[in-house]
């Protein structure tokens, strides 16, 4: 297990430490809670369209602004594992890295808070999206197992965090369709875009495959 210093403050805890994990993991929760309610407010002063959805879909909207953001992070972190550090180049099964820790634990924080607001949303709005529930909860409980077993290679995670990289194109469509510049130029340009990152999640998904087929 490699948890050498990445010569980054931000970075530098012990994460052996259940106290470390556990106030990262509440931190990316309640950093993104704050991102969704910033969100709304916002959207409340600035869109008229906005103000015109109902509470389930301003809580959908909300929720594609946050996972954008979210997902800027996860293509940073990702691309940085899959093009740069050499750690992770040199080992693909069981290498970690400081910074690899940190984007983890905020990322399980994440999805923490997408499960509480998807859950909460579900009861005031006696609404049941099967796929979106089970999506999400496979989610943070693969990244939860990330956290109980110290032990573990953190490539994978980080491959499987930059299967976001579709979020902020994502949003950006669906954000123009609800304010009526659906058939807009950018909104294709959007369209266009979230089609090209599917692609690009499914050869990142016969990579992970390939890893893990490798490492048997």
Known sequence: MNLANDGA???????????VRLK???AG??????????AHWLSSCISASYR?????????????????LFGIQCCVAGLWALLKDPVFQADQVYSQQKWSWFHCLIAAGFFLYENVVIHVSNIVFRKFDMFLVVHHLFAFGGLFGLIINIKAG????????????????????????????GNTLFWKAS????????????????H???????SV
Request: contains cysteine; glycine residues 6%; proline residues 2%.
């Open 24 to 26: 990262l993991l509440a």
């Open 191 to 206: 369209q266009m875009v979230d089609i090209h990152m599917v692609h690009c999640r499914m050869v990142l998904i016969y």
């Open 154 to 181: 953190h490539y994978l995670p980080l491959m499987g965090l930059l299967l976001e990289m579709s979020s902020p194109s994502c949003c950006i469509s669906r954000v123009l369709s609800k304010t009526g510049y």
């Open 208 to 214: 992970m495959w390939w890893v893990c087929i490798y």
């Open 52 to 68: 015109t959805l109902s509470g389930y879909e301003k809580v959908l909207w909300n929720l594609v602004i946050t996972g954008a």
């Open 9 to 19: 403050t931000l970075f530098d805890w012990d994460y052996v430490l259940w106290e």
């Open 29 to 38: 929760f309640f950093i993104y809670l704050g991102v969704f309610l910033l």
